[in-house]
């Protein structure tokens, strides 16, 4: 029969620390434990025979081959369950296979029972079977064993295997020694651990190496519990160096040294009452050990030790579990959320994209329209502001056509702003290369659509503040006819071409940059609506052919209201033509009698006819050259606006911007719903990594999520 072990801690935290292993948050978060470790053949298996009454197998040494976490758990039924805890690097086939294996409603735990248990464990965790060709020792599993009944008091204990420093022939290798080694590391390093250092007495204490370990991981001794077995083994004049140590006056540990005697092979006590009355015989009676205060000797002692070692460790650690626990749960649920939904299924699949596109349709509508209150996606980034920027681009545009548009400034005697339909000036003025040139180009080329980009110049000069007269005259002498007063038609489209040419230049770089505008727009969205990069490159990969045809088109329009404008004939229905060029001559009349005008009373002022008359004193030719000049600055005004309206609407807005079938109206749900299953496998189907990760990140996010209901919980 088991004896149950008095009480150690305050029964409800430990449960909650016992729960909290058993639901897997030690993986996360270093929880509070008892942890017995000790060299080989250090009477590290008696020790734990005394503290939990359990019968352990010390002639097998099987229990040394792996970690084994027992706990004792007060309930209404008596119950002995035995389970294996993969270790971290488990593969999930192997964990798999350990999980199931178990022993349940086991009422009794004897000798031959553990022994038993013991032999099955070394099998399922592949201890002394050939693999790989090289021979498995030890194993970072974990054997749990709980213990539960009504008699039963709240307890916990870790035994890992012993350290030893020298490999045995055919039975421990090298890599078997660096293993134990790590293993009782990685256990003694948690912050929260409680360490039981089993020493011998009979050996060269400040020779043990688990007594560096402990000082080198625990310098200032403060969660380091010595314990001295083998006091019968001391040789003569030695007994006084472990009296030192257990009064404090040799190898200070915080928490002091205590010395048990164990019962030998010899010595066959069958319960823990005899053992206890054995030891108590021998500190009774055996010199100089009878000297010593009896709180620091026997196994009774020392359990009694342990409850306010381990109470007031628990009760220290036990907030900084909490807040541990809850960073750790907002990391792992963070991380899960960077990998966005579940894509594995179809089905999954189909509803992670669907939503993905129907956002983006939701924020490309909102975007078009500039409603941009109606989301917080848009108030940290201008670029996201699709509507408002294309507007204000357009605005730049069209002030570049206005100052640079033009080969040559036209004669500013007929200017016809002087007018009362004069043009207000631009509201803010086109960027400048220096003070003769304007910027074609404002937006940054992406490498994915730089080859649609038309190949022109990032800059075009200003017009010509001189020479348009000599320039028409040029070109009339070399083109006119038999025409008497007038001049051949065609005349004004050879003129017109030229005069505009930079039309060329700027309203490609306009195009171009609401392309980028658009295209940055696109990228933009797709990164905060799809975290994963994989996902995001397939989506851009989806629909770039069709999305760099709908830009294309729309350079290929620009194009074509070009090559109406420059190649066509000059044409137009509109009045204002008319008006202008009726004001243009109007002006050149007022500006040619400007010195002949008289103030007469009541009036104002006058021209004489007879002056007018005698001024207008041209040869046939500057005659027909002024008549071009006037009818060129009227169409021109006319054309260059009719063009920036045009490109503006029926481009960039129509066409690119906010168009029923713009570049960013391509990816909607209607686009996904058509898609095969293979097609959505290859796009957003999650890779081997990420499901390896999302897979690791669920069961974190589970796991911490039970320990915290733990943690609250009353």
Known sequence: MITPAPRLVNSTLLDKIDKLFECN?????????????????SGKSSVLEGLTGLPFPRDSGLCTRFATQITFRRARQTNITASVIPAKDSSSEYGERLKQWNKTDLQTLEAATF????????????????????????????LRLELTGPDQEHFSVIDVPGIFKRAIPNVTTKDDMAMVDQMVRNYMTNPRSVILAVIPCNADVAMQEILERAEELDPEGLRTLGVLTKPDLVDKGTEFGIIDMIEGRAHHLHLGWHLLRNPGHKDRLDTANERRRFEEAFFATTAPWNNLEKRDVGVVALRVRLQDVLENHIRREFPKVKIELDRELKSAREQLHKLGPKRQSQSELTAYMVNVAGQFSHLVDLAARAEYGRSSFFDNDESLRLATMAVNRGETFAQAMAVAGHKYQFDAKTDPRQSDEQEAPPSEEPKLEDTNSVQTRHQSDHEAIQDIVGDHA???????????????????????????????????GLTMKEQAAKWRDLAQGYVNDIILLVHTFFLKVLERLALNQRVRNGIKDLLGEEMRQKYTAAISHAEFLLKVELEGNPATLNHYFNDNLEKCRQNRVREQNQDRVVDIQGFGQMVRLNDIKNNNNLSNTNHVVREIHDILRSYYKLARKRFVDNVRMQVADYLLVNGPETPLTVFSAEFVAAMSADKLEEVAGEDSGVKRARTKLEKAVGELEEGKKILISG
């Open 25 to 41: 948050v030690g993986e996360y978060v270093d929880l509070p434990q008892l942890v017995v470790v000790g060299d080989q053949s």
């Open 115 to 142: 022994a038993d248990i013991m032999e099955e464990v070394t099998t399922v965790m592949g201890i002394g079977v050939t693999q790989d060709e090289k021979r498995k020792t030890f194993s970072n599993d974990v």
């Open 458 to 492: 990032p800059f075009v000069k200003l017009a010509l503040p001189q020479g348009i007269s000599e320039w028409l005259k040029e070109v009339y002498l070399r083109s006119r006819g038999y025409e008497l007063g007038t001049f051949d038609a065609s005349l004004l």
